[in-house]
């Protein structure tokens, strides 16, 4: 398995531009979601789902968009890059019906910075 | 208050000592407990979860304080690979969200 998988590692983006961040799990999770992580600010989350077809805000969704057409992708988009979301990202999974079910496997993150 | 309270840090400690780190939460209806663990520039992994009655895995002990509202992780005989940023991560309510603290950094030397 290659558990949680995030692309790209890296991105520099300009202020205006739009742009995908990847997440794909192969572990047949239900639930993902995708937070932020700031210095001093913690993990905090941005949209989540709890399956295919169905998605909710987080506690900051502003700027971003996600969809979850398939059981395995969960991408997440920005809609017009902004300075204030220079972060690095990380996408996560769990399942509730499996093995721990609390336990929450992270991707490696993407590290976004908006000039 | 704030939903969960860590106290940053750093933790400088010299191998072999013992350190502890508590996590307060505000929400008494917080079901699920967990300390994560976060090395620099990488994911949270989960280190262990923590149960009502305290439960220990291997130099790591994990204990639950209902009444107080407040969890903690106590590392003994600490090693320099120990070196992290240590996560208290809650569970509320609604299964599909998980509530994470500012974390607790601890640096081992030798």
């Known amino acids: 398995n290659a558990g949680v998988t995030q692309t790209p590692k890296f991105q520099v983006l300009k202020t205006g531009q739009s742009m995908t961040l990847q997440c794909a799990q192969d572990?047949?999770?239900?639930?993902m979601s995708w937070y932020r992580q700031d210095p001093g600010m913690g993990l905090r989350l941005i949209h989540y789902?709890?399956?295919?077809?169905?998605?909710d805000q987080g506690e900051v969704p502003n700027g971003y968009n996600v969809s979850r057409s398939t059981t395995e992708d969960f991408p997440l988009r920005l809609l017009s890059a902004a300075p204030s979301q220079t972060s690095v990202y990380f996408c996560?999974?769990?399942?509730?019906?499996?093995?721990?079910?609390?336990?929450?496997?992270f991707g490696p993150g993407t590290r976004l910075t908006v000039l | 208050r704030k939903e969960v309270e860590q106290d940053p840090g750093p933790f400088n400690v010299p191998e072999g000592a013992t350190v502890a780190f508590n996590c307060t939460y505000s929400?008494?209806?917080?079901?699920?407990f967990f300390w994560y663990r976060q090395d620099c520039r990488k994911e949270p992994k989960l280190l262990m979860s923590v149960y009502s009655s305290g439960n220990e895995d291997g130099r790591f002990t994990a204990q639950l304080n209902r009444a107080s509202q407040y969890i903690s992780l106590l590392i003994r005989d600490s090693k320099l690979s120990d070196s992290a940023t240590y996560l208290c991560v809650f569970l509320t309510g609604t299964a599909s969200k998980l509530t994470f603290g500012t974390g607790t950094r601890l640096q081992v030397t030798l």
């Open positions: 789902s709890v399956g295919a077809g169905i998605t």
């Open positions: 996560a999974s769990r399942s509730p019906g499996q093995g721990n079910p609390d336990t929450q496997y």
């Open positions: 572990m047949n999770h239900e639930y």
């Open positions: 929400n008494s209806a917080s079901q699920s």
